[in-house]
């Protein structure tokens, strides 16, 4: 890679030992920086893996790197012809290419210093004839080596500062994970209340809206059954009055039964003694008396019924008088004698 870039550098030694003292633009376009720059990148990354190998322990990275530095700045002697201006315009022009950034253009810089500033003198005759590559590489290896070693510690200390801070913000995260999930949960904790809240407001509700239905069906119901009772009272009040009125009939059949066995037996009386007062002087054949079967009063069952449970003795008495048969009143004896005697 180094004897590509040497290559390129070399590509316009001749045009530049021909334009000694005119426009040094003008050699520098003839060396295409552009191309120099690209390959100066590849060989800075070699540089920097045989630093790294050198620091690692390794014997053969100085001499690598040695082999390929010297090529590089013979090439930059060879193409400026040895002129220190020449050269420090164009490895400007070379370092200032936009693929060379950051660290690549810093090692750019540091090496055309190395060359134009502390290696070339004002002669450009010594500069061609005299100037030692391997020595200017050689002091360019040290600080090459050196700032790698920066740059190496730089970046770690770089890397320890983004993980501290990024542990710092994991930290933060993770605290503002653990707030955010906090308040998610209360939020939850809320809902899950206020959801409970209102299941059991609306359970309430359903409860006091089914009391109340149940309060007005037995409100009804006792409604109707105080109608019922009032219709029972009143039927009791009416049977009542029923079992008075036959009661009184009853009692008023029994007075008049006894009034008509008493006039039986006062007129059983009364024959009787005109048996015996008067006889007849012809006998005279008395008309058969006309005997009526006996009809028992038998009260209603209804009266009956009534009077049973309005009073048991009086029920037992109109049962007995009841039972004795009521004759038919005959006509008086005397009077029938009296008739035959007159004819």
């Known amino acids: 890679m180094a004897r590509i870039l040497a290559l390129a550098m070399l590509a316009a030694s001749a045009h530049a030992a021909t334009m000694r003292g005119t ?5 520098h376009d003839r060396m295409r920086p552009e191309v120099v720059a690209n390959t100066l990148v590849k060989v800075e990354d070699e540089w920097r ?16 790197f040695a082999k390929s530095c010297s090529t590089v700045v013979s090439a930059v002697i060879q193409g400026s012809g ?10 400007n022009n ?33 500069n061609r004839q005299n100037l030692n590559p391997m020595k200017v590489c050689t002091n360019f290896w040290s600080v090459f080596v050196e700032t790698e070693k920066n740059r190496e510690a730089e970046e770690a200390k770089e890397a320890a500062e983004k993980a501290l801070v990024k542990a710092e913000q994991d930290k933060k995260d993770a605290a503002a ?18 959801e409970a809240k209102e299941a059991a407001q609306r359970k ?23 109608v019922k009772l009032a219709q029972k009272k009143f039927e009791a009040q009416q049977v009542q009055k029923e079992a008075q009125k ?27 003694k005109a048996k015996v007062e008067k006889k007849p002087t012809a006998p005279v054949e008395a008309p058969k008396p006309v005997v009526a079967a006996a009809q028992p009063v038998v009260a209603k069952p209804a009266a009956v019924a009534v009077v049973a ?14 039972a004795k048969p009521v004759l038919v009143k005959k006509a008086a004896p005397v009077k029938v004698a009296e008739k035959a005697q007159k004819k």
């Open 309 to 322: 449970k309005a009073t048991p003795k009086v029920e037992a008495a109109v049962k007995t008088e009841a």
């Open 94 to 126: 070379v370092c200032g290419q936009k693929v060379l950034a950051g660290w690549h253009a810093a090692r750019c810089v540091a090496l055309a210093a190395r060359i134009t500033d502390h290696a070339m003198l004002a002669d450009s005759y010594a």
């Open 82 to 91: 040895g002129d220190r201006n020449v050269a420090k315009e164009y490895m």
């Open 246 to 272: 036959k009661m009184a009939e009853a009692e008023e059949a029994e007075k008049e039964h006894k009034a008509r066995i008493e006039e039986h037996k006062k007129a059983e009386e009364a024959l009787s």
């Open 49 to 64: 893996k045989e630093a790294a190998q050198f620091t690692e322990g390794s014997k053969d990275a100085p001499e690598s």
């Open 204 to 226: 309430q509700v359903a409860q006091e809206l089914k009391a109340k239905s149940d309060a007005a069906e037995a409100k009804a119901r006792a409604a109707e059954a105080a």
């Open 23 to 27: 426009n040094v633009l003008a050699v």
């Open 177 to 194: 994970a653990a707030e955010a999930k906090k308040v998610a949960d209360a939020a939850e904790k809320v809902k899950a209340e206020a």
